[in-house]
């Protein structure tokens, strides 16, 4: 098993001896193995240790396992207290997502502080079988089927290679103890659920299940990177960016027999389910009630507009929040870059992100705020009023474009539809004393 595990740490470049290693620690038999191993090899490590504080005596005994095996070993030992329950409830999530987070939280700030190289967790060849299944569950396409990475970015994982009757029988053999987490037999949760009643069943029909699963993720990874390659070069035909939003090109899109699979590659990283992507879909393929559909995810907001299916990251700053603008330099506290000035320059301008209008003393204080419905104003070169919907109907505006939309008033009268039109009733006369220019700056 030692030697296993040096070739695999050597074979796939995992880690070098020189490195400082943090080793997350439960005092379970996968942890102690690892930690066993890693000592033996001669590996530089410290222990992290999480009380979660939801066992309760139970939770108290393995800190105090694990501070002691530490010590025989000699080794720098990390323990931290969290109240899980707390956590889970200020950030409504379950009791398993709240462990992991804070977890992980701990354990970059532990390797920031005390530079360790590598962060390490005791996964191995089971949790790769379980982690397949899971996904698959949850519907995470062909990326879900490559399993646990060995290495990703900071996290190491060196005993990927060994089955879970492999780690015991080392434990056995070495007379290493550990601990019996009783949190891992309850059923309730997804992933002990698939361990204890789907695997030991499937083992029946396959007892190499894990050295199956093991080859088999292998395909899955390089098809993966060959799906990923093919719809990257379809992204620079179909898609572009521009001002922080993602265009689709909708009638490229259908010209592809992989269309799904195209959209599933470049949405499922913006957090959008695949439920919501076969939904887009077959929207797209029946044309039906198609301009307009709009779906969101917990970071993006999506909407097929006439030509184009439009991404944009959701909008952080509240659209109801109105500022008040005191004096042509009172602009720091802006959320777009507004420049006025005032000139002596009469000319009208033709660039869309500047307007020239009379200054007089009643036009402070200026408010800039979203566009709301029931918004109307007299489009310059018009006689009369136009509602801002059709305004925005007659530019064409998707609607991403129209919630980005500012309006700048003056006494709750439309000055400026920023970056398309002023008002009318704002324009140069032979009257005109003052001249104001206002600009949005790039």
Not at 339 to 347: M, P, Y
Request: with cysteine; net charge positive; glycine share 2%.
């Amino acid at each position: 098993m030692l030697k296993r595990f040096e070739v695999n740490i050597n074979k796939n470049t995992l880690l070098n001896k020189t490195d400082k290693l943090l080793l997350a620690f439960s005092g379970g038999v996968d942890s102690v193995v690892l930690a066993d191993l890693l000592h033996k090899a001669g590996y530089n490590i410290e222990l992290a240790h999480c009380n979660f504080q939801l066992r309760g005596q139970e939770a108290k005994d393995d800190t105090a396992f694990c501070e002691n095996f530490a010590k025989s070993i000699n080794t720098k030992f990390h323990v931290i207290y969290f109240d899980t329950k707390a956590y889970a409830a200020e950030h409504k999530l379950s009791i398993q997502m709240a462990a992991r987070e804070l977890r992980y939280n701990w354990f970059k700030s532990l390797k920031a502080e005390h530079r360790f190289n590598y962060i390490l967790t005791a996964h191995h060849a089971n949790d790769n079988v379980e982690t397949v299944f899971v996904n698959l569950i949850r519907g995470t396409g062909i990326k879900g089927l490559q399993g646990i990475p060995e290495k990703q970015h900071d996290i190491v994982r060196p005993l990927l290679f060994a089955t879970k009757d492999e780690i015991k029988d080392y434990a056995i053999k070495n007379k290493l103890v550990f601990r019996e987490d009783s949190s891992n037999q309850e059923i309730k949760y997804k992933r002990n659920f698939i361990r204890h009643q789907i695997i030991p069943e499937l083992k029946k029909l396959n007892p190499a299940l894990e050295e199956t699963f093991a080859t088999s993720i292998q395909f899955f990874k390089q098809s993966a990177d060959i799906v990923a390659e093919f719809a990257h070069q379809k992204f620079k035909i179909i898609c572009k960016e521009d001002n922080n939003q993602l265009f689709i090109d909708i009638n490229l899109l259908l010209q592809e027999a992989q269309k799904e699979t195209l959209l599933f590659e470049w949405l499922y990283l913006k957090n959008f389910k695949t439920s919501q992507i076969q939904q887009l879909t077959e929207v797209l393929i029946t044309n039906k009630q198609m301009t307009g559909k709009q779906f969101s995810s917990s970071t993006h907001q999506l909407v097929v507009d006439r030509k184009y299916i439009i991404v944009q990251t959701i909008e952080k700053e509240p659209s109801e929040k109105v500022f008040v603008i005191k004096s042509i330099s009172d602009t720091a506290h802006l959320p777009i870059k507004l420049n006025f000035e005032e000139t002596s320059h009469r000319e009208f301008s033709k660039d869309k992100n500047e307007i020239t209008i009379a200054f007089s003393d009643n036009l402070f204080p200026l408010t800039l705020r979203k566009w709301k419905q029931g918004d109307k104003f007299k489009p310059l070169g018009l006689n009369g009023f136009k509602k801002l919907s059709d305004f925005f109907k007659d530019q064409k505006l998707s609607l991403f474009e129209k919630e980005a939309t500012w309006i700048l008033e003056s006494k709750e009268h439309i000055v400026w539809v920023v970056g398309y039109r002023m008002d009318d009733r704002c324009k140069l006369t032979d009257e005109t004393e003052k001249v104001i220019k206002i600009k949005i700056s790039i």
